[in-house]
């Protein structure tokens, strides 16, 4: 267990910081202004007035050449529409459509993003989400600097922002391993995710692909996925630009982020690939490793066999060592906080709260996959 553990973070999750820290290190070849190609930024909306108004300034204010910002509203209720509304009277490229709250679909937020991509003018399309912000005004120019030639899809990373709290800690952790689980895998030519909040691929590749009609059974999964069923060895970048391409997620309730655990357990069902398992293996030998380890030591101090209870406690302290170090330098490099003095206590507690969600999805119909903003 110590030395599969030792395997995983030492090869697999090493590689994004690796390959982030040898991209420094070439000469600079970035394309100019004048050579960047439009986009068109996709963002779904529901009742968030609020963040309408505090993040659509910074995506609509982006240092780009030439870009459309189309937001599809999803019947809101509260004042979203006349927020759009306003920023359309000060913005020439913001454009937004909506859904009737009277539609039938499985899926709203599929359908609502079926009708941005159509209504999008451009071929090169970017998605985010109305509750997220990008670090940056220059986001969109480093996503756009990722793509090449052969280049049809471009994943990059998501952070929460900087705060205080058990819970917050937690969610931290999560989204790093998240992260690191889906940047490596496209590093090694087996993408097999992506997240909504800072993802970008062809319409022409969406149109392609007959859209979301592979997932259509499911509420969920208009990012990880359709990325997933069109993903490949070629046509997929990363985007190893951390000081202007990181997307900043607001923490949420503990409500909220349990039922978008929910949904991605849901979806994540679905993935074809071996990569799911492969890291399903990574973290059960994980558990189980703190769990051996943690017997092991305590064993051998209770029955005075300090050379196995002390083999014991080295092991744990080499591998958290290695761990954090992975860890510490992949969430600095990419904007984020980690207090790696929680490690332990992270990583025993949430494979058991992963167990959770899978019984709880159980117990509350596997049919239910809606994830609900609030």
């Known amino acids: 267990l110590f030395l599969i553990q030792l395997t995983f973070y030492l090869i697999d999750f090493r590689r994004p910081y690796r390959r982030?820290?040898?991209?420094?290190?070439?000469?600079?070849?970035e394309l100019l202004d004048s050579e960047l190609p439009p986009v068109s930024i996709i963002i779904y909306v529901k009742n968030e007035?609020?963040?309408l108004s505090e993040n659509l300034p910074l995506i609509l204010n982006q240092h780009y050449p030439e870009f459309e910002v189309i937001v599809?509203?999803?019947g809101s209720t509260d004042e979203s529409e006349q927020v759009l509304k306003n920023f359309e009277l000060k913005y020439a490229n913001l454009y937004h459509t909506f859904i009737p709250e009277e539609a039938r679909y499985l899926s709203?937020?599929?359908?609502?993003?079926?009708?941005?991509?159509?209504a999008a003018k451009y071929?090169?399309?970017l998605f985010t989400e109305v509750n997220?912000?990008?670090a940056s005004n220059e986001w969109i120019a480093s996503v756009m600097k990722s793509y090449h030639a052969n280049t049809e899809i471009v994943i990059g990373y998501s952070t929460y922002e900087s705060s205080k709290g058990l819970f917050h800690q937690l969610a931290g952790y999560d989204t790093i391993m998240s992260n690191l689980r889906m940047m490596s895998s496209a590093l090694c030519n087996r993408p097999f995710m992506a997240y909504g909040s800072n993802l970008s691929y062809f319409k022409s590749l969406f149109f392609g692909n007959k859209g979301y009609s592979q997932s259509l059974n499911l509420h969920a999964g208009e990012d990880d996925l359709f990325v997933n069923e069109t993903a490949d060895s070629q046509n997929t970048e990363v985007l190893l630009e951390p000081e202007g391409a990181t997307v900043i997620m607001p923490y949420s309730r503990f409500k909220v982020w349990k039922e978008m655990k929910v949904s991605r357990a849901a979806t994540r069902g679905f993935y074809r690939g071996g990569q799911t398992f492969y890291y399903r293996l990574e973290v059960l030998t994980r558990f189980l490793f703190w769990v051996a380890a943690l017997f092991t030591a305590i064993?051998?101090?209770?029955?005075?066999?300090?050379?196995?209870?002390?083999?014991?406690v080295l092991f744990i302290l080499i591998r958290w060592l290695a761990a954090s170090l992975v860890l510490k330098k992949f969430s600095t490099a990419f904007g984020q906080k980690f207090n790696v003095w929680t490690l332990p206590f992270m990583e025993i507690y949430l494979p058991i709260f992963e167990l959770y969600i899978q019984v709880y999805r159980v117990f509350r119909g596997k049919n239910d996959f809606t994830f609900r903003f609030g």
């Open 123 to 125: 071929d090169r399309l």
């Open 108 to 118: 709203r937020k599929k359908l609502a993003m079926t009708v941005g991509i159509k």
């Open 72 to 74: 599809v509203n999803d």
């Open 49 to 51: 007035s609020e963040n």
């Open 132 to 134: 997220c912000r990008p």
């Open 299 to 312: 064993y051998g101090f209770i029955h005075e066999q300090w050379l196995l209870g002390g083999g014991a």
């Open 20 to 29: 982030l820290k040898k991209k420094r290190g070439k000469p600079d070849d």
